[in-house]
């Protein structure tokens, strides 16, 4: 078994309340119990209406809470309905998704998406940012340009890369049940960390895959020594299938 740090990241996305804590709790208590597992590191991404509160009755060290997008403005404004870096970093926030295929289908562009890394960094927020290609690219065989063009449009080389990891999501995987290829993933990973390196000067970048993750995919997805974690839909809306991959990775 690898000693080498993995993230297992749950994306939220719009569910959850109050009574939602006991998921937490469950996965808390998990984490403490099964530390001997391998060195993971836990990150939830919930709702901004629940972030304050689950900080506050969050007793535990092992988890991490985490928001799913923010402005691409800082502080204050008149922005209606917008939450800022700012604003997410005072109620809790360690950790925020950005790049999201579901926010780009809304109108996100590449220069919001650099502003709001630039942003959350000089909030001393850690950056979970997604890139991916649609299925249509992927059928033209445009997966690496889409990716080229998506990390050289949103980084820079001044970002603190040490507060960074990259989330290859395919556009085309996320609630499918559709998964990449092992040989064609691992040609991928090698194929971004090679991009950041050679364009921002990275020598250590952490990726992570996201679409469709199960527990009963994630065996195969253990077989890729350079992927550095996960991002989990849907999966990590249940603390029992969220448990279930952590445990089935490391079998």
């Not at 220069?111 to 059928?139: D, H, P, Q, V, Y």
């Not at 921002?200 to 970048?205: D, E, I, M, P, S």
């Not at 199960?214 to 849907?234: C, E, H, K």
Request: aromatic fraction near 12%; charge should be positive.
């Amino acid at each position: 078994m690898t000693n080498k740090l993995k993230y297992f990241i749950g994306n939220w996305k719009m569910f959850g309340d109050f009574t939602s804590f006991k998921i937490i709790s469950r996965i808390s208590m998990f984490s403490r119990s099964y530390a001997r597992l391998g060195r993971k590191k836990i990150v939830l991404c919930v709702p901004n209406t629940l972030i304050y509160f689950f900080k506050k009755k969050l007793k535990s060290k092992h988890i991490f809470l985490g928001a799913q997008n923010c402005h691409h403005e800082d502080g204050f404004g008149p922005y209606t309905g917008s939450i800022s870096p700012m604003m997410l970093k005072k109620i809790g926030s360690e950790y925020i998704i950005i790049g999201h295929s579901e926010n780009r289908k809304e109108g996100e562009t590449d220069k919001m998406i650099k502003r709001k890394i630039a942003f959350s960094l000089k909030n001393k927020i850690n950056i979970i940012f997604c890139i991916g290609e649609t299925s249509s690219e992927k059928r033209k065989k445009q997966t690496f340009s889409v990716l080229r063009k998506q990390l050289k449009n949103s980084l820079e080389k001044k970002f603190d890369f040490n507060k960074i990891l990259i989330a290859y999501e395919p556009v085309w995987s996320i609630g499918s049940n559709k998964i990449p290829k092992i040989n064609e993933l691992k040609k991928i990973i090698i194929f971004i960390k090679k991009e950041c390196g050679k364009n921002f000067n990275v020598k250590k970048l952490r990726v992570l895959y996201g679409g469709s993750v199960n527990p009963q995919n994630i065996r195969l997805f253990s077989l890729i020594s350079n992927i550095d974690g996960f991002l989990i839909g849907g999966a990590s809306q249940s603390a029992k299938k969220f448990i279930d991959i952590i445990k089935n990775y490391y079998k």
